[in-house]
């Protein structure tokens, strides 16, 4: 069989000097570049960022595109009501949020939220410059989709509306807890039929099988972990990044900092054999 043909062959050059904060940031449900809408921009909105270090939480604000035509003003005072009151409940006011004074809060923005992936193995970000491979280490990698967390306060307030004062509807606030069995009401004997009213008295209580004892006490707390581990996320404070367009000045240095010119020789002290055991699926 003839052996392939060799193309090129390129130097290959290491570089970790933005390690760890190079990250792979991923757009799944976007269908246009990440930029600012032209009407948006010539009001002079731009797009934020920010930052949660600790829960790994990375957010994108991306003005709305406010022609008549495509956007809906009514709906936006409603949905900014609801977001802002959304905000309030789980912390997340900051300064790029708050409304002026006065000013009635509008829906002006769409948030994209990060979700961090786990990474399999170790990935590299290359890039062929001046006929050399440069190879740069990812740290994370995070897909961001659109966050509609306010949709569900307003769900909320229609079902209260609905229901009316003083119906149930609230208790929808408070879902049960699946981990929990359901309460068995004990219901009286059918008792023969008097001449006089008889008061029942009628009890609630919880069906616990010793045998699965265990495993709902085990599930109980792995809610328990999860409720925590979500507040521990709403609870960390946001900080504010600043967000570069790939075509600016910033992103340009950052981008020509990853290209290395140092000549020094590596030497590879991995055998082919433990390289070729280190594969999965070989």
Request: proline share 8%; hydrophobic share 30%; net charge negative.
């Given at each position: 069989?003839?052996?392939?043909?060799?193309?090129?062959?390129?130097?290959?050059?290491?570089?970790?000097?933005?390690?760890?904060?190079?990250?792979?940031?991923?757009?799944?449900?976007?269908?246009?570049?990440?930029?600012?809408?032209?009407?948006?921009?010539?009001?002079?909105?731009?797009?934020?960022?920010?930052?949660?270090?600790?829960?790994?939480?990375?957010?994108?604000?991306?003005?709305?595109?406010?022609?008549?035509?495509?956007?809906?003003?009514?709906?936006?005072?409603?949905?900014?009501?609801?977001?802002?009151?959304?905000?309030?409940?789980?912390?997340?006011?900051?300064?790029?949020?708050?409304?002026?004074?006065?000013?009635?809060?509008?829906?002006?923005?769409?948030?994209?939220?990060?979700?961090?992936?786990?990474?399999?193995?170790?990935?590299?970000?290359?890039?062929?410059?001046?006929?050399?491979?440069?190879?740069?280490?990812?740290?994370?990698?995070?897909?961001?989709?659109?966050?509609?967390?306010?949709?569900?306060?307003?769900?909320?307030?229609?079902?209260?509306?609905?229901?009316?004062?003083?119906?149930?509807?609230?208790?929808?606030?408070?879902?049960?807890?699946?981990?929990?069995?359901?309460?068995?009401?004990?219901?009286?004997?059918?008792?023969?039929?008097?001449?006089?009213?008889?008061?029942?008295?009628?009890?609630?209580?919880?069906?616990?099988?010793?045998?699965?004892?265990?495993?709902?006490?085990?599930?109980?707390?792995?809610?328990?972990?999860?409720?925590?581990?979500?507040?521990?996320?709403?609870?960390?404070?946001?900080?504010?990044?600043?967000?570069?367009?790939g075509e600016t000045e910033e992103s340009n240095q950052v981008f020509q900092s990853i290209f290395s010119d140092n000549e020094e020789q590596l030497e590879c002290k991995t055998s082919i054999t433990t390289l070729l055991k280190s594969i999965r699926g070989l």
């Open positions: 069989m003839e052996e392939d043909e060799i193309v090129s062959v390129f130097p290959i050059h290491y570089s970790d000097i933005l390690s760890p904060d190079v990250h792979v940031h991923q757009f799944p449900l976007l269908t246009r570049p990440l930029q600012t809408p032209p009407s948006a921009a010539l009001s002079g909105k731009r797009i934020r960022a920010r930052i949660k270090p600790m829960a790994r939480k990375l957010e994108i604000h991306i003005p709305v595109d406010t022609r008549p035509e495509i956007w809906n003003q009514d709906k936006s005072k409603q949905f900014g009501v609801a977001r802002t009151e959304d905000d309030r409940e789980k912390n997340q006011d900051s300064s790029s949020t708050k409304q002026s004074e006065g000013e009635e809060p509008r829906l002006t923005e769409v948030r994209l939220q990060s979700e961090q992936i786990p990474q399999q193995e170790v990935y590299m970000l290359g890039v062929i410059h001046n006929d050399r491979l440069h190879l740069v280490p990812v740290s994370e990698t995070h897909q961001f989709r659109p966050t509609l967390t306010y949709l569900d306060l307003t769900s909320r307030k229609s079902g209260r509306s609905r229901g009316g004062a003083g119906s149930d509807s609230d208790s929808d606030d408070y879902p049960p807890d699946p981990d929990e069995p359901a309460p068995v009401v004990t219901a009286p004997k059918k008792e023969k039929k008097l001449a006089e009213g008889k008061e029942v008295q009628v009890s609630a209580r919880k069906l616990v099988e010793d045998r699965n004892s265990n495993m709902q006490g085990g599930m109980s707390a792995i809610r328990r972990e999860m409720l925590l581990a979500i507040r521990a996320v709403e609870d960390e404070p946001w900080q504010a990044v600043e967000f570069c367009d």
